[in-house]
T-cell receptor, first 115, second 111 residues
Framework: GAVVSQHPSRVICKSGTSVKIECRSLDFQATTMFWYRQFPKQSLMLMAT?????????EQGVEKDKFLINHASLTLSTLTVTSAHPEDSSFYIC???????????FGPGTRLTVT | SQQGEEDPQALSIQEGENATMNCSYKTSINNLQWYRQNSGRGLVHLILIRSNEREKHSGRLRVTLDTSKKSSSLLITASRAADTASYFC???????????FGTGTRLTVIP
């Protein structure tokens, strides 16, 4: 099956700094990538939809200036958490679709801890 | 909310027993998917059932879909300790490109 990787898998940063998370589709070209966040013991919440070459579409309540998403190529999307605060600590998961397929392929997730 | 709801929120069973989880949703869907998530890990796709299907099997998994009731169930037969995880349903809703996830069921299988 298709493989999606995320880097880093874990990151600890200080409050006020920025953190970049990469999401890569390793063996297919992903027209669309999604970014989710998950608080402990809760369901996934969609943050934004990222289409290659265009601006990301953010869900209501997600600050686009704080969570910068770039989808520069068909195999790479990045999420940058700017001026991170402890409340941004969460598990961030990306997924990618082949476009016409209904199935999304999920990355392994990135655990962000802001101290 | 467009999210689905799952019940029970938590389920604890003995190894060898069957586990049943239910998912309800609110809008028209193209398909419904079930995912598994081990603690702190990414999601693993288990099974997809399309809106015109009523039942689907994959190994020890059995999924049903009732579009009139807007509900689905996931049955895991002959459970194993390794089945311990959180299980989420996700709906591919008509007109939307992203998935909407349910609240999840935490399954614990006791050896």
């Amino acid at each position: 099956g298709a493989v999606v990787s995320q880097h880093p898998s874990r990151v600890i940063c200080k409050s006020g700094t920025s953190v970049k998370i990469e999401c890569r589709s390793l063996d297919f070209q992903a027209t669309t990538m999604f970014w989710y966040r998950q608080f402990p013991k809760q369901s996934l919440m969609l943050m934004a939809t990222s289409n290659e070459g265009s601006k990301a579409t953010y869900e209501q309540g997600v600050e686009k200036d704080k969570f910068l998403i770039n989808h520069a190529s068909l195999t790479l999307s990045t999420l940058t958490v700017t001026s991170a605060h402890p409340e941004d600590s969460s598990f961030y998961i990306c997924s990618a679709t082949l476009g016409i397929s209904y199935e999304q392929y999920f990355g392994p997730g990135t655990r962000l801890t802001v101290t | 909310s467009q999210q689905g709801e799952e019940d029970p929120q938590a389920l604890s069973i003995q190894e060898g027993e069957n586990a049943t989880m239910n998912c309800s949703y609110k809008t028209s869907i193209n398909n419904l998917q079930w995912y598994r998530q081990n603690s702190g890990r990414g999601l693993v796709h288990l099974i997809l059932i399309r809106s015109n299907e009523r039942e689907k099997h994959s190994g020890r998994l059995r999924v049903t879909l009732d579009t009139s009731k807007k509900s689905s169930s996931l049955l895991i037969t002959a459970s194993r300790a390794a089945d311990t995880a959180s299980y989420f349903c996700a709906t591919d809703q008509t007109g939307a490109n992203n998935l909407f996830f349910g609240t999840g069921t935490r399954l614990t299988v006791i050896p």
